[in-house]
């Protein structure tokens, strides 16, 4: 069965944050390639939600279609 991440306000922000950070600090091509390998681990979380750890104080959020 195929989940559907969905990302809270908070980490779009934080998201946003990070990218610019890095497009200032570091150039388009290092933010590309984090926005890419983020895109990615979004799309297997997807696939496998039970993949991975999930942090010992973050309630489990998971929810199936």
Wanted: overall charge negative; hydrophobic content about 35%.
């Amino acid at each position: 069965m195929a989940y559907s991440l969905i990302w809270s306000e908070d980490a779009q922000e934080n998201i946003r944050t990070i990218i610019n950070y890095l497009l200032d600090f570091w150039g388009d091509d290092v933010a590309e390639q984090f926005s890419e390998r983020l895109i990615k681990a979004g799309h297997q979380l997807e696939q496998l939600p039970y993949s991975g750890k999930r942090h010992r104080n973050v309630i489990d959020q998971r929810v199936g279609n």
